[in-house]
């Protein structure tokens, strides 16, 4: 088994900065793709960003330029640093990994933006 716990959400004002972490333990290989994905009440969850354990990054294009993924191997951690930040980046921000054909997903954190 995996979990996943993110940390790090919270209220910011527009043009502010946060940064999320997800901490991965449990049964885990040496490689593995972790990212983020956010959702509004109602509507469905959106791929936000993810790191291969090769270290290839994708990010969406709503936040390209804005967001930053980065990988601590030795922590099996995740971080999503967020700048710029607008209201329509207000949500709940999800942790996933993908391991060996399964999906994990940590509990959700919140991240508003005020404008």
């Known amino acids: 088994q995996v979990q996943l716990v993110e940390s790090g959400g919270g209220l910011v004002q527009a043009g502010g900065s946060l940064r999320l972490s997800c901490a991965a333990s449990?049964?885990?290989?040496?490689?593995?793709?972790m990212g983020w994905f956010r959702q509004t009440a109602g509507l469905e969850r959106d791929f936000v960003a993810r790191i291969t354990g090769a270290g290839t990054i994708n990010y969406s294009e709503s936040v390209k330029g804005r967001f930053t993924i980065s990988r601590d191997g030795a922590k099996n951690q995740i971080n999503l640093q967020m700048g710029s930040l607008k209201p329509e980046d207000t949500g709940t921000y999800y942790c996933?990994?993908?391991?060996?054909?399964?999906?994990?997903w940590g509990q959700g954190i919140q991240v508003t933006v005020s404008s």
């Open positions: 449990g049964t885990l290989g040496a490689i593995n793709t």
């Open positions: 996933k990994l993908d391991r060996l054909g399964f999906t994990y």
